[in-house]
């Protein structure tokens, strides 16, 4: 494989959460980048980048509240290593890998060998297990500290993290509701084993769950916020546990990610609990519910929907990131970096 003379990356040169208009892609020269490695680094090629709700969040300086503008963005990966530092096997080069940085909408990148996590090819199903994967996964064992024969509520249910979240719920013996806004996606999840679709576009979500399920859940995997969290608070049985892994519906908002109130009284009576989650809290957990995962789909246990929006090339990453805000996605959003273009957008 040749070296490039140069290779495009996506920068945000302002702070802000309308992620098409605060990028831009910049060139940048390889050989800078492959003669500096350090010890223990090695340069990928990405074939295929991983879109996440957060983008907008990072963009928008939630996470490293001093980020000065221009800095790359970006949080996940698929590639091949092509070039080793010092103290890195050239063996490693032609490994697959996945991998989680900040800065990885990028063609190629500079990483820590240690940080990569290798994959028997470049299916982009590989994908959807690192950020959405191991947040279903470690939410639901540790947050959720799910057993069989309970009853599940996840919402937005079709997206990267959620349909996972419904098959390795399934998969534990539980019964599993899931929200979503269209009946294409409510075949999906059908197809996932997810015994309640709830479409809030045709059904009413606080309707359905009161006349429903009159007992409460148990567990609820909740991701949008607002009035969703405010169901799904009061849906819980007794001894309930509500995980809160974002507030989608805040991230595009004038004023950016914004949270929800808890009356307290609402969880001392009836011994309900509310816990936020954040991956990187349980980093030393990944390797293990990573693997098992790898297994699982390598041995078509696990199915993870990828959409790509009909898109490709570093140039439509804003585009899926706008895609899947829009609410438009089914499953995990991927770009292909180096595939031919058929726009659903």
Do not use: W
């Not at 507030?247 to 609990?273: F, H, P, Q, W």
Request: net charge positive.
């Amino acid at each position: 494989m040749s070296a490039p003379t140069t290779f495009r990356k996506l920068q945000a040169f302002e702070i802000g959460n309308q992620f098409s208009k605060i990028t831009r892609i910049v060139n940048v020269d390889y050989k800078d980048l492959a003669s500096n490695l350090k010890p223990g680094h090695v340069v990928v090629k990405n074939y295929h980048v991983g879109i996440n709700a957060s983008d907008v969040n990072f963009t928008n300086a939630k996470y490293i509240p001093n980020i000065k503008p221009p800095f790359d963005v970006g949080f996940e990966a698929l590639g091949e290593i092509v070039a080793v530092g010092p103290n890195v096997s050239k063996d490693k080069i032609g490994t697959y890998v996945i991998y989680t940085q900040y800065g990885s909408f990028t063609e190629y990148i500079d990483i820590v060998v240690k940080a990569l996590t290798p994959i028997p090819s470049l299916r982009p199903e590989f994908l959807g297990l690192l950020t959405s994967g191991l947040t279903a996964s470690i939410a639901l064992e540790e947050t959720g500290r799910m057993k069989s024969g309970e009853t599940v509520l996840i919402t937005a249910a079709a997206g990267g993290a959620g349909q996972i979240a419904v098959q390795l719920a399934k998969l534990a013996g539980n019964h599993v509701i899931g929200t979503c806004s269209s009946d294409d996606k409510v075949q999906m999840l059908k197809e996932m084993g997810c015994d309640r679709v709830i479409n809030y576009k045709k059904e009413d979500f606080k309707t359905v769950m009161k006349k429903e399920y009159p007992r409460g859940v148990d567990i609820v995997f909740e991701s949008v916020g607002g009035n969703f969290f405010d169901i799904c608070l009061k849906s819980l049985a007794v001894r309930g546990r509500l995980i809160v892994i974002g507030m989608l519906a805040s991230y595009t908002d004038e004023k950016g990610m914004a949270g929800d109130n808890v009356n307290t009284i609402k969880l001392l009576g009836t011994s309900r609990s509310v816990s936020g989650f954040f991956m990187p809290d349980y980093s030393e957990l990944a390797p293990a519910h990573m693997a098992k995962m790898i297994k699982m789909l390598s041995e078509g246990k696990l199915k993870i929907e990828i959409d790509t929006c009909g898109l490709s090339g570093i140039e439509s990453v804003a585009k899926g990131v706008e895609y899947l805000h829009a609410g438009k996605n089914k499953g995990k959003v991927v770009i292909p970096l180096y595939e031919k273009k058929n726009s659903k957008i």
